[in-house]
Each structure stands twice: as C-alpha cells, then as structure tokens.
C-alpha cells in the first residue's frame, strides 16, 4: 500500500490517464498487487507501474488497466518491460491466456505498447470498440476501444 500516492501522483502528472482518487490508488495496492507492477530507480522509489486485475467473469484474462512511466523514465522500454514481466508472472501464477486493455483512440504510445507486445508474443490482436461515446454519463467522452490479445503461450 505504501505505493498508491507514488502511483496516485505518476498518473496526475502524465496529464493523459485519466486519474482516480488517491484512495483507489490505495486500494489498488492493497486489492490488485499479484496482478499489478511497480518499476523502481536505485533508490527504491517508483518510476513506473502497470495495474491490471484478473476479469471476475473470465479467470483466464488480465485486464491492464493503467500503464505510467514517470516522465524521466520515459523513452527506456520502461513499459514494454513492466507489460512483458505483469503479463509472464500472471501466466505462471494464474493461467492467464488473454491480455485486455482500452485505449482512447488517438493514445498512440498505448497503441503502439499493446500492438507490440502482441507481436513480440505471436498473439492475435483484436480492436472493437467496448465504450461508444453515447454511454459515458459525464458528457462528450471518446470512445475506448478494447485491446484483447491472445491466446499466450505459457
């Protein structure tokens, strides 16, 4: 837990996510670390995460819910490593044979990590769109568009 403001903070100054309360990244810790992962400096202190947790309605699939690399990390592979390892501990701990995630359309370094990842692991990619503008309750919202890639090996 001693990392939600870390990752509270990471995501308010990426100015692109959209952020959450302080205290779901609190939760989030606590609830969804075995399917979550935090990139340290030497220091200890972290400068990226991915959280994730595994769909109650579908045990075999990893949905990545946000993905942050501090702004002085960026540009290292920092992403692409913390997706790969997330993805490799959740096949080996809890039989995950699917990756799902939404991207804004327009979001091209989130674009660009997933559909690499899905090329690096010789899975399929599929894009449809999960939300359509008209559902969101709080105004004009851009679509997001579901990411699924599979099946991976184990």
């Not at 044979?97 to 090329?119: H, K, M, W």
Request: net charge negative; aromatic share 8%.
């Amino acid at each position: 837990m001693a990392d939600g403001a870390a990752l509270w903070r990471m995501a308010k100054d990426s100015k692109v996510l959209d952020l959450n309360s302080s205290y779901s990244y609190l939760l989030w810790c606590r609830d969804f670390a075995a399917t979550s992962a935090v990139a340290r400096d030497e220091h200890g202190e972290p400068m990226g995460f991915i959280t994730g947790y595994v769909r109650p309605d579908s045990p075999h699939t990893l949905l990545v819910w946000q993905v942050a690399v501090d702004e002085a990390h960026r540009g290292r592979g920092l992403a692409a490593t913390l997706l790969d390892g997330l993805v490799a501990r959740t096949v080996t701990e809890r039989g995950v044979t699917t990756v799902e995630t939404t991207i804004t359309p327009g979001n091209t370094a989130s674009e660009r990590l997933f559909t690499s990842f899905a090329e690096r692991h010789g899975a399929r990619l599929e894009r449809e769109v999960l939300f359509d503008t008209a559902v969101f309750p709080d105004g004009p919202h851009d679509p997001e568009v579901l990411y699924r890639i599979g099946p991976l090996a184990p």
